[in-house]
């Protein structure tokens, strides 16, 4: 299985920073197709998970700009800028390329 | 607009079964992929199995933690994804999404395993 390392575990931050949360992968999620399916969901309190990148960095549907996705291969980053009091919940990264699916262990951003 | 909405949840003995169904509507169903995902309480989830679209036959592919016990499977004429579960243990106690890849997710429902 393709094991998904998120980090930070955690992180606090006062709104208006900027957060980064990094995620690599035990192969390359670059798809048969030239591909990666590599994506971003945020877990809101008490909310099904969201999703919020597609693909390394394509935005969802109504998610804004302030969130921006980087990378290839088997490293990955998921930038917020300019947190706002909304953004709060966990996040995950979690891979499509192999089967089975695998999800990151997830990172909490609280807001100071 | 899309929905997705589970049902079928509840509480179950180790050793029961049960079968969640998913509703789904705003969309072509025979043109999506449809998979399960699992969330323990506090933690991450993990994906079950997918079910494939028409193009694609139909066909499934499962997490090898629930092969052989949880079987994926829709009726296009009536756009309802199900997932039968057999042999349940007590780590099988979470909530249950059905998602279309991983645009878009349910509400969820409680399987909780417990004598």
């Known amino acids: 299985d393709v094991v998904m390392t998120q980090t930070p575990p955690s992180l606090s931050v006062a709104i208006g920073q900027s957060v980064s949360i990094s995620c690599k992968s035990s192969?390359?999620?670059?798809?048969?197709?030239?591909?990666?399916?590599l994506h971003w969901l945020l877990q809101s309190p008490g909310q099904s998970p969201k999703l919020l990148i597609y693909?390394?960095?394509n935005l969802g549907s109504g998610v804004p700009d302030r969130f921006s996705g980087t990378g290839s291969q088997k490293d990955f980053t998921l930038k917020i800028s300019r947190v706002e009091a909304e953004d709060l919940g966990v996040y995950y990264c979690v891979q499509a390329t192999h089967f089975i699916f695998t999800f990151g262990s997830g990172t909490k951003l609280e807001i100071k | 607009e899309v929905k997705l909405l589970e049902s079928g949840g509840g509480l179950v003995q180790p050793g029961g079964s049960l079968r969640l169904s998913c509703a789904a509507s705003g969309f072509t169903f025979t043109d999506f992929y449809m998979s399960w995902i699992r969330q323990p309480p506090g933690k991450a989830p993990e994906w079950l199995g997918v079910?494939?679209?028409?193009?694609?036959?139909?066909?499934?592919e499962y997490n090898p933690s629930v092969k052989g016990r949880f079987t994926i499977s829709r009726d296009n004429t009536q756009n309802i994804l199900y997932l039968q579960m057999n042999t349940l243990r007590a780590e099988d106690t979470a909530i249950y999404y059905c998602a279309t890849g991983f645009d878009y997710w349910g509400q969820g429902v409680m399987v909780t395993v417990s004598s």
């Open positions: 693909q390394v960095s």
């Open positions: 079910i494939r679209n028409k193009a694609n036959g139909y066909t499934t």
């Open positions: 192969q390359s999620l670059v798809y048969s197709d030239g591909k990666t399916y």
